[in-house]
């Protein structure tokens, strides 16, 4: 894993000094398991850091808790344990290691709920990259849990994440991605009746534009297209019924449109 970005020097992120760690317990040297156990948020500290820590402390230079600090920030553990820290505080998602772990616990309260795990480093650095904050991100697992469920109905098969995002990416909601499937069901149970009485007795077939639009509008997915197709292909059912007059219609999905005489199709060209 490639080396998180910034040098872990200076203040602490976001400003401020921090205070000193709390004194060890067990006397000079942070030994016996005492020393920084929970300071600045940063808890979980190997006994070779909390020494280190100490030291820097009682060395007498200037400015040890930022010093200190810096040191955690550059060390394998801190990047081990915070992944994606610096891409994260420098577009301004947290400022510290506690806000670093109330952003972590509320992306993992999000995976446990839809993906029945915790969230992962690698996931983590791209996270923090992107400036995804955890209400963000919960908002994006509970669209693609949706958008699973319709795809894998839809067409038999799981969505991937790269089709999962574009469709998020492009503004597109679950209700919209329902009503396209829906219109597209509707084509695929009308095409042929639907090119029958456009073709015998409306102004000729169908595009693929056209009988999408129409699928739509019939799903509730309403366009000035859609609306247009409708009415065409109602007119044409018009047609029909006059020609075969006295003959109950039937239906093809919500529309009256079909009498039995187009069973039989007359031959009145297209």
Request: proline fraction near 4%; charge should be negative; aromatic fraction near 10%.
């Amino acid at each position: 894993m490639a080396r998180d970005p910034g040098t872990g020097t200076g203040p602490l992120v976001g400003g401020g000094t921090a205070p000193p760690p709390p004194a060890a317990s067990g006397g000079g040297g942070g030994g016996g398991g005492g020393g920084v156990v929970n300071w600045l948020g940063i808890s979980g500290l190997p006994q070779d850091l909390i020494n280190a820590v100490d030291a820097i402390f009682r060395d007498g230079a200037p400015n040890p808790s930022e010093r200190a600090l810096a040191y955690l920030r550059t060390t394998p553990w801190h990047e081990q344990k915070y992944p994606g820290f610096w891409s994260g505080s420098a577009g301004g998602l947290f400022s510290s290691e506690a806000e670093y772990m109330n952003w972590l616990g509320g992306i993992n309260a999000a995976y446990r709920r839809f993906n029945g795990r915790d969230v992962n480093s690698q996931e983590l650095w791209y996270y923090a990259a992107a400036g995804w904050g955890a209400g963000e991100i919960g908002q994006r697992l509970e669209f693609g849990a949706g958008f699973k469920e319709m795809y894998r109905r839809h067409y038999g098969r799981d969505a991937t994440q790269a089709e999962i995002d574009a469709y998020y990416g492009s503004g597109g909601n679950l209700d919209t991605l329902s009503k396209i499937y829906l219109g597209e069901e509707v084509v695929g149970a009308e095409r042929g009746d639907v090119q029958y009485l456009s073709g015998a007795f409306g102004e000729g077939r169908l595009s693929e534009e056209q009988l999408t639009a129409y699928g739509q509008q019939k799903a509730g997915l309403n366009s000035a297209l859609g609306g247009q197709i409708l009415d065409k292909v109602g007119k044409a059912i018009q047609k029909v019924n006059r020609v075969f007059q006295g003959e109950a219609a039937t239906q093809i999905g919500s529309q009256d449109i079909l009498a039995s005489g187009l069973k039989r199709r007359p031959d009145v060209g297209r």
